[in-house]
Protein backbone atom coordinates (compact mmCIF):
# COMPACT_ATOMS: atom_id res chain seq x y z
CA UNK A 1 0.00 0.00 0.00
CA UNK A 2 3.07 2.42 0.91
CA UNK A 3 4.49 1.89 -2.08
CA UNK A 4 1.32 2.25 -4.50
CA UNK A 5 0.63 5.63 -2.47
CA UNK A 6 4.45 6.96 -3.47
CA UNK A 7 3.69 5.95 -7.28
CA UNK A 8 0.45 8.01 -7.18
CA UNK A 9 2.16 10.79 -5.23
CA UNK A 10 5.09 10.64 -8.08
CA UNK A 11 2.89 11.24 -10.73
CA UNK A 12 0.45 13.46 -9.22
CA UNK A 13 3.30 15.89 -8.75
CA UNK A 14 4.67 15.27 -12.34
CA UNK A 15 1.49 16.18 -13.87
CA UNK A 16 0.18 18.80 -11.43
CA UNK A 17 1.66 22.08 -12.03
CA UNK A 18 4.02 22.60 -8.38
CA UNK A 19 1.99 25.81 -6.48
CA UNK A 20 -1.29 23.93 -7.76
CA UNK A 21 0.16 20.42 -6.06
CA UNK A 22 1.49 22.53 -3.11
CA UNK A 23 -1.95 24.54 -2.69
CA UNK A 24 -4.27 21.29 -3.46
CA UNK A 25 -2.25 18.79 -0.86
CA UNK A 26 -2.34 21.51 1.66
CA UNK A 27 -6.12 21.69 1.06
CA UNK A 28 -6.26 17.73 1.22
CA UNK A 29 -4.11 17.39 4.30
CA UNK A 30 -6.62 20.06 6.42
CA UNK A 31 -9.68 18.06 4.94
CA UNK A 32 -8.52 14.69 6.33
CA UNK A 33 -7.79 16.16 9.66
CA UNK A 34 -11.47 17.62 10.17
CA UNK A 35 -13.66 14.30 8.96
CA UNK A 36 -14.00 11.96 11.63
CA UNK A 37 -14.73 8.13 11.36
CA UNK A 38 -18.23 8.38 13.16
CA UNK A 39 -19.22 10.62 10.39
CA UNK A 40 -19.29 14.30 12.74
CA UNK A 41 -16.75 16.91 12.02
CA UNK A 42 -14.53 19.15 13.86
CA UNK A 43 -16.02 22.77 12.52
CA UNK A 44 -14.29 24.60 14.79
CA UNK A 45 -10.94 23.48 13.94
CA UNK A 46 -12.11 24.28 10.43
CA UNK A 47 -13.11 27.65 11.32
CA UNK A 48 -9.86 28.14 12.67
CA UNK A 49 -7.81 27.03 9.27
CA UNK A 50 -10.21 28.27 6.73
CA UNK A 51 -8.32 31.72 6.01
CA UNK A 52 -11.22 34.52 5.30
CA UNK A 53 -10.88 37.87 4.34
CA UNK A 54 -13.31 40.85 4.86
CA UNK A 55 -15.14 42.38 1.84
CA UNK A 56 -13.87 45.64 0.84
CA UNK A 57 -15.73 48.83 0.28
CA UNK A 58 -12.28 50.34 -1.18
CA UNK A 59 -11.64 48.92 -4.82
CA UNK A 60 -9.20 45.48 -4.95
CA UNK A 61 -7.76 44.84 -8.03
CA UNK A 62 -10.31 46.21 -9.55
CA UNK A 63 -13.27 45.06 -7.40
CA UNK A 64 -15.01 46.47 -4.72
CA UNK A 65 -17.48 44.21 -2.15
CA UNK A 66 -20.14 44.02 0.44
CA UNK A 67 -21.46 41.66 2.84
CA UNK A 68 -25.29 42.07 2.83
CA UNK A 69 -27.76 39.40 5.51
CA UNK A 70 -30.95 37.94 3.31
CA UNK A 71 -33.92 36.92 5.33
CA UNK A 72 -34.06 33.29 5.13
CA UNK A 73 -36.76 30.94 6.70
CA UNK A 74 -34.11 28.72 8.45
CA UNK A 75 -32.97 30.35 11.87
CA UNK A 76 -30.22 32.51 11.05
CA UNK A 77 -30.36 34.84 8.00
CA UNK A 78 -28.58 33.78 4.75
CA UNK A 79 -24.76 35.69 4.39
CA UNK A 80 -23.73 36.88 0.79
CA UNK A 81 -21.26 38.60 -0.66
CA UNK A 82 -21.03 40.84 -3.21
CA UNK A 83 -18.87 41.71 -6.17
CA UNK A 84 -19.11 44.39 -8.54
CA UNK A 85 -16.77 46.43 -10.62
CA UNK A 86 -15.22 49.50 -8.97
CA UNK A 87 -16.65 53.03 -10.25
CA UNK A 88 -14.51 54.79 -12.17
CA UNK A 89 -14.84 57.52 -10.47
CA UNK A 90 -12.42 57.77 -7.31
CA UNK A 91 -14.40 60.03 -5.74
CA UNK A 92 -16.96 57.43 -5.13
CA UNK A 93 -15.04 54.80 -3.79
CA UNK A 94 -15.28 53.95 -0.35
CA UNK A 95 -19.15 54.13 -1.03
CA UNK A 96 -21.80 50.93 -1.91
CA UNK A 97 -25.10 52.57 -4.16
CA UNK A 98 -27.76 50.51 -4.50
CA UNK A 99 -30.34 53.40 -5.79
CA UNK A 100 -29.20 53.14 -9.57
CA UNK A 101 -29.07 49.51 -11.75
CA UNK A 102 -26.05 48.04 -12.91
CA UNK A 103 -26.23 49.76 -16.71
CA UNK A 104 -29.29 51.35 -18.50
CA UNK A 105 -27.93 50.21 -21.82
CA UNK A 106 -25.46 47.37 -21.45
CA UNK A 107 -25.98 43.60 -20.29
CA UNK A 108 -24.04 43.11 -17.05
CA UNK A 109 -24.66 39.26 -16.27
CA UNK A 110 -25.07 38.17 -12.75
CA UNK A 111 -23.64 35.38 -11.46
CA UNK A 112 -25.27 33.69 -8.11
CA UNK A 113 -22.25 31.80 -7.10
CA UNK A 114 -22.02 28.93 -4.96
CA UNK A 115 -18.58 27.83 -3.39
CA UNK A 116 -17.05 24.18 -3.53
CA UNK A 117 -15.82 21.90 -0.71
CA UNK A 118 -18.06 19.06 -0.74
CA UNK A 119 -21.20 20.81 1.00
CA UNK A 120 -19.15 20.82 4.05
CA UNK A 121 -16.15 23.48 3.90
CA UNK A 122 -14.98 26.60 3.08
CA UNK A 123 -17.81 29.12 3.12
CA UNK A 124 -18.62 32.96 0.90
CA UNK A 125 -15.86 34.67 2.32
CA UNK A 126 -12.61 31.77 2.31
CA UNK A 127 -9.90 34.00 1.11
CA UNK A 128 -9.56 31.46 -1.85
CA UNK A 129 -13.26 31.86 -3.27
CA UNK A 130 -12.51 35.66 -2.31
CA UNK A 131 -9.91 36.26 -4.93
CA UNK A 132 -11.98 33.48 -7.33
CA UNK A 133 -14.90 35.68 -7.50
CA UNK A 134 -13.21 38.97 -8.03
CA UNK A 135 -11.33 37.16 -11.13
CA UNK A 136 -14.51 36.35 -12.47
CA UNK A 137 -15.64 39.77 -11.96
CA UNK A 138 -12.22 40.75 -13.90
CA UNK A 139 -11.88 39.02 -16.61
CA UNK A 140 -15.57 37.72 -17.62
CA UNK A 141 -17.37 41.48 -16.79
CA UNK A 142 -20.26 39.97 -14.47
CA UNK A 143 -20.97 41.00 -11.01
CA UNK A 144 -20.63 37.89 -8.31
CA UNK A 145 -23.41 37.29 -5.73
CA UNK A 146 -21.35 34.53 -3.86
CA UNK A 147 -23.73 32.41 -1.07
CA UNK A 148 -22.60 31.21 2.03
CA UNK A 149 -24.95 28.32 2.20
CA UNK A 150 -25.36 26.15 5.30
CA UNK A 151 -23.03 23.13 5.40
CA UNK A 152 -22.86 19.75 5.92
CA UNK A 153 -23.00 17.19 8.38
CA UNK A 154 -24.96 19.58 11.01
CA UNK A 155 -27.33 21.05 8.01
CA UNK A 156 -27.81 18.15 5.65
CA UNK A 157 -30.03 17.91 2.49
CA UNK A 158 -32.18 20.02 1.62
CA UNK A 159 -30.74 22.96 3.41
CA UNK A 160 -27.52 24.15 0.57
CA UNK A 161 -30.28 24.01 -1.84
CA UNK A 162 -33.12 26.15 0.20
CA UNK A 163 -30.19 28.68 0.63
CA UNK A 164 -29.50 28.25 -2.91
CA UNK A 165 -32.96 29.34 -4.05
CA UNK A 166 -33.54 31.95 -1.30
CA UNK A 167 -30.42 33.57 -2.48
CA UNK A 168 -31.83 33.25 -5.91
CA UNK A 169 -34.96 34.92 -5.27
CA UNK A 170 -33.64 37.86 -3.72
CA UNK A 171 -31.38 38.48 -6.04
CA UNK A 172 -33.95 38.28 -8.86
CA UNK A 173 -35.85 41.35 -6.86
CA UNK A 174 -32.71 43.58 -6.66
CA UNK A 175 -33.61 46.45 -8.85
CA UNK A 176 -29.92 47.95 -8.23
CA UNK A 177 -29.09 44.42 -10.21
CA UNK A 178 -31.28 45.14 -13.46
CA UNK A 179 -29.25 46.07 -16.22
CA UNK A 180 -29.81 46.68 -20.02
CA UNK A 181 -32.57 48.28 -22.05
CA UNK A 182 -35.01 45.69 -20.79
CA UNK A 183 -34.27 46.62 -16.83
CA UNK A 184 -34.41 42.92 -16.02
CA UNK A 185 -31.33 40.52 -13.73
CA UNK A 186 -30.41 38.81 -16.32
CA UNK A 187 -29.03 35.86 -13.79
CA UNK A 188 -26.38 32.89 -14.44
CA UNK A 189 -26.13 29.92 -11.38
CA UNK A 190 -22.58 28.74 -11.27
CA UNK A 191 -20.53 26.55 -8.85
CA UNK A 192 -17.91 24.28 -8.28
CA UNK A 193 -18.08 20.96 -6.83
CA UNK A 194 -20.84 20.76 -4.97
CA UNK A 195 -21.33 24.29 -5.22
CA UNK A 196 -21.98 23.00 -9.06
CA UNK A 197 -24.61 20.63 -7.69
CA UNK A 198 -26.16 22.71 -5.62
CA UNK A 199 -26.62 25.12 -8.57
CA UNK A 200 -28.10 22.14 -10.38
CA UNK A 201 -30.61 21.50 -8.22
CA UNK A 202 -31.61 25.26 -7.54
CA UNK A 203 -32.04 25.55 -11.49
CA UNK A 204 -34.47 22.90 -11.17
CA UNK A 205 -36.34 24.29 -8.86
CA UNK A 206 -36.62 27.66 -10.54
CA UNK A 207 -37.59 25.77 -13.32
CA UNK A 208 -40.80 24.99 -11.72
CA UNK A 209 -41.77 27.81 -9.80
CA UNK A 210 -41.01 30.00 -13.15
CA UNK A 211 -37.80 31.94 -12.06
CA UNK A 212 -35.85 32.70 -15.02
CA UNK A 213 -32.62 31.62 -14.95
CA UNK A 214 -30.08 32.16 -18.05
CA UNK A 215 -27.73 29.42 -17.62
CA UNK A 216 -26.00 26.76 -15.24
CA UNK A 217 -21.99 26.62 -14.90
CA UNK A 218 -20.78 23.61 -13.21
CA UNK A 219 -17.31 23.42 -12.39
CA UNK A 220 -16.55 20.24 -12.06
CA UNK A 221 -19.51 19.00 -10.14
CA UNK A 222 -19.96 16.58 -7.16
CA UNK A 223 -22.55 14.35 -8.26
CA UNK A 224 -21.70 10.07 -7.85
CA UNK A 225 -23.91 7.25 -7.50
CA UNK A 226 -24.07 3.58 -6.44
CA UNK A 227 -22.61 1.91 -9.08
CA UNK A 228 -18.22 2.21 -9.57
CA UNK A 229 -17.32 3.61 -12.15
CA UNK A 230 -13.80 3.54 -14.63
CA UNK A 231 -12.79 6.42 -13.62
CA UNK A 232 -13.51 6.42 -9.61
CA UNK A 233 -11.52 3.05 -10.00
CA UNK A 234 -8.98 4.19 -12.45
CA UNK A 235 -8.22 7.73 -10.36
CA UNK A 236 -8.78 6.18 -6.49
CA UNK A 237 -6.56 8.13 -4.51
CA UNK A 238 -4.23 9.13 -7.52
CA UNK A 239 -4.78 13.12 -7.56
CA UNK A 240 -6.18 14.44 -4.07
CA UNK A 241 -9.13 12.69 -3.89
CA UNK A 242 -10.66 8.79 -2.83
CA UNK A 243 -13.62 7.34 -3.13
CA UNK A 244 -13.57 7.12 0.58
CA UNK A 245 -13.16 10.81 0.83
CA UNK A 246 -16.25 10.57 -1.22
CA UNK A 247 -18.14 8.46 0.05
CA UNK A 248 -17.74 10.26 3.40
CA UNK A 249 -19.29 13.10 2.55
CA UNK A 250 -22.21 11.66 0.80
CA UNK A 251 -23.36 9.97 3.93
CA UNK A 252 -22.27 13.54 5.78
CA UNK A 253 -24.99 15.27 3.15
CA UNK A 254 -27.66 12.84 2.67
CA UNK A 255 -30.83 12.00 4.94
CA UNK A 256 -29.67 9.86 7.43
CA UNK A 257 -30.27 5.82 5.90
CA UNK A 258 -29.84 7.04 1.87
CA UNK A 259 -27.69 5.71 -0.76
CA UNK A 260 -26.07 7.74 -3.43
CA UNK A 261 -28.82 6.64 -5.70
CA UNK A 262 -30.40 9.14 -4.25
CA UNK A 263 -31.35 11.89 -6.68
CA UNK A 264 -29.30 14.91 -5.03
CA UNK A 265 -26.39 12.92 -5.64
CA UNK A 266 -27.47 10.99 -9.38
CA UNK A 267 -29.66 13.23 -10.87
CA UNK A 268 -30.81 11.26 -13.74
CA UNK A 269 -29.91 7.98 -11.91
CA UNK A 270 -33.10 5.35 -11.10
CA UNK A 271 -34.82 7.82 -8.70
CA UNK A 272 -33.71 11.23 -10.83
CA UNK A 273 -36.04 13.83 -11.79
CA UNK A 274 -36.73 13.58 -15.72
CA UNK A 275 -36.34 16.93 -17.39
CA UNK A 276 -37.30 16.04 -20.77
CA UNK A 277 -40.22 18.51 -22.29
CA UNK A 278 -38.83 21.28 -19.01
CA UNK A 279 -37.65 24.35 -20.65
CA UNK A 280 -34.02 24.10 -18.55
CA UNK A 281 -31.48 26.85 -18.45
CA UNK A 282 -28.62 26.12 -20.73
CA UNK A 283 -25.24 24.89 -19.23
CA UNK A 284 -21.62 24.72 -19.09
CA UNK A 285 -20.13 21.95 -17.78
CA UNK A 286 -16.62 21.49 -16.95
CA UNK A 287 -15.07 18.22 -16.23
CA UNK A 288 -11.41 18.15 -15.19
CA UNK A 289 -9.61 14.72 -16.64
CA UNK A 290 -8.04 13.58 -13.26
CA UNK A 291 -10.83 14.10 -11.24
CA UNK A 292 -11.81 10.63 -10.31
CA UNK A 293 -15.95 11.65 -10.62
CA UNK A 294 -15.44 12.57 -13.99
CA UNK A 295 -17.74 9.51 -15.24
CA UNK A 296 -20.41 11.13 -13.09
CA UNK A 297 -20.30 14.73 -14.53
CA UNK A 298 -20.02 13.16 -18.13
CA UNK A 299 -23.44 10.79 -17.20
CA UNK A 300 -24.78 14.26 -16.49
CA UNK A 301 -23.86 16.18 -19.25
CA UNK A 302 -25.09 12.82 -21.34
CA UNK A 303 -28.69 13.15 -18.97
CA UNK A 304 -29.16 16.80 -20.47
CA UNK A 305 -28.76 15.81 -23.96
CA UNK A 306 -31.05 12.81 -23.91
CA UNK A 307 -33.61 15.27 -22.24
CA UNK A 308 -33.39 17.20 -25.19
CA UNK A 309 -31.39 20.50 -23.09
CA UNK A 310 -28.77 22.57 -24.28
CA UNK A 311 -25.40 22.02 -22.69
CA UNK A 312 -22.10 22.66 -23.57
CA UNK A 313 -19.26 20.29 -22.28
CA UNK A 314 -15.27 21.89 -21.69
CA UNK A 315 -13.22 18.46 -21.14
CA UNK A 316 -9.90 19.53 -19.84
CA UNK A 317 -8.05 16.45 -19.85
CA UNK A 318 -4.88 16.80 -17.73
CA UNK A 319 -6.86 19.12 -14.94
CA UNK A 320 -6.88 18.58 -11.68
CA UNK A 321 -10.00 19.57 -9.55
CA UNK A 322 -9.10 23.13 -8.70
CA UNK A 323 -7.26 23.75 -10.80
CA UNK A 324 -8.91 27.41 -11.64
CA UNK A 325 -7.64 28.69 -8.55
CA UNK A 326 -4.30 30.19 -9.68
CA UNK A 327 -4.16 31.72 -12.78
CA UNK A 328 -0.92 29.94 -14.05
CA UNK A 329 -2.38 27.58 -16.33
CA UNK A 330 -3.60 27.05 -19.86
CA UNK A 331 -6.73 25.53 -18.21
CA UNK A 332 -7.64 28.65 -16.38
CA UNK A 333 -7.51 30.82 -19.21
CA UNK A 334 -8.95 28.44 -21.08
CA UNK A 335 -11.91 28.17 -18.83
CA UNK A 336 -12.21 32.20 -18.42
CA UNK A 337 -11.95 32.32 -22.06
CA UNK A 338 -15.31 29.90 -22.19
CA UNK A 339 -16.95 31.72 -19.49
CA UNK A 340 -17.07 34.96 -20.86
CA UNK A 341 -18.43 33.80 -23.71
CA UNK A 342 -21.10 31.55 -22.10
CA UNK A 343 -22.46 34.50 -20.21
CA UNK A 344 -22.62 37.13 -22.60
CA UNK A 345 -23.97 35.22 -25.30
CA UNK A 346 -27.40 36.05 -24.04
CA UNK A 347 -28.94 36.67 -27.86
CA UNK A 348 -26.93 33.80 -29.30
CA UNK A 349 -28.75 30.50 -29.56
CA UNK A 350 -25.88 29.13 -31.64
CA UNK A 351 -23.77 28.72 -28.52
CA UNK A 352 -25.48 25.89 -27.16
CA UNK A 353 -25.62 23.63 -30.38
CA UNK A 354 -21.41 24.02 -30.28
CA UNK A 355 -19.14 20.76 -30.50
CA UNK A 356 -17.84 19.85 -26.90
CA UNK A 357 -14.73 21.53 -26.09
CA UNK A 358 -11.50 19.30 -25.60
CA UNK A 359 -8.63 20.46 -24.18
CA UNK A 360 -5.48 18.08 -23.63
CA UNK A 361 -2.46 20.12 -22.05
Known amino acids: MAAGNEVNLNECKRIVPLNTWVLISNFKLAYTLLRRPDGSFNRHLAEFLDRKVPPNSFPLDGVFSFDHLVSSSSSTNLLTRIYLPAPLDPSRHGTVDLTEPLSATNIVPVLVFFHGGSFTHSSANSAIYDTFCRRLVTICGVVVVSVDYRRSPEHRYPCAYDDGWNALKWVKSRTWLRSGKDS ?135 ATIGFYFLPNNDHFRCLMDELKKFVHSIEDASLSKASPILLTQ
Request: aromatic share 10%; proline share 4%; glycine share 12%.
Open 184 to 318: DVYVYLAGDSSGGNIAHNVAVRATKEGVKVLGNILLHPMFGGQERTQSEKRLDGKYFVTIQDRDWYWRAFLPQGEDRDHPACNPFGPRGQCLEGVKFPKSLVVVAGLDLVQDWQLAYVDGLKKTGQDVNLLYLEQ
